[in-house]
């Protein structure tokens, strides 16, 4: 079985953070084929927040199968909700830089079965850099913070409230967060 690097509850919902699914080698490769990527500045956080759009690569979803990342995810799924079957719906690619605004959402409703994996690809973070994806409780308090560390998968509840921080102004590469969303059914 595949064990987390560390796992957290906020409400009765899980976090998990995994690390070693992916070789540096293979999150480098990612990263610079991300570099590439048309990229297009329509996603927003909230529907109350459409005059901060951040920057997304939409995949299309009979491509995920061919990527090592869906593989490693879907058996990180298959052993930690083996009773229940977790379809993927959405993938793309988020973009970050310095300076960007990137507020805190959900990912789905609190009464549906869904499950967000973000994979961070980069060939190298520091620490300095910034970066991290935060985690709230009901009253907007931060629980949880999670560092973007290559190669690294965060697969959590869609209905926790989160938000994916810029980097700091001293981080001279892109912050890409590869994501899944799943859902359970057929």
């Known amino acids: 079985m595949s064990a987390p690097t560390r796992s957290a509850q906020i409400h009765g919902r899980d976090v998990f953070v995994f690390d070693g699914l992916l070789p540096a080698e293979e999150s480098a490769r990612y990263y ?10 329509t996603e927003t956080a909230r529907a109350d927040s459409v005059e901060y759009r951040h920057w997304v690569c939409e995949m299309p979803l009979e491509n995920l199968p061919r990527t090592s990342l869906w593989h490693a995810t879907e058996k990180v799924v298959a052993e930690l909700r083996p009773n229940e079957r977790f379809r993927p719906y ?13 507020l805190t959402h959900v990912d ?18 520091d620490t300095e850099w910034g970066g991290e ?11 949880i913070a999670v560092s973007a560390k290559p190669g690294r998968l965060l697969l959590f509840d869609g209905a926790i409230r989160h938000a994916g921080k810029p980097p700091n102004r001293n981080c001279n590469v892109s912050r890409y967060t590869f994501a899944i969303k799943l859902r359970t059914g057929s």
Request: hydrophobic share 40%.
């Open 133 to 143: 994806t935060l985690f709230y409780d009901d009253s907007g308090d931060a629980q």
């Open 90 to 102: 959405r993938v793309y690619t988020n973009y970050a830089a310095y300076g960007d605004t990137l």
């Open 32 to 41: 610079a084929a991300l570099s590439g990527a048309a990229f297009t500045r």
């Open 108 to 125: 789905a409703p609190p009464d549906t079965r869904e499950l967000t994996a973000l994979w961070f690809l980069s060939e190298k973070w």
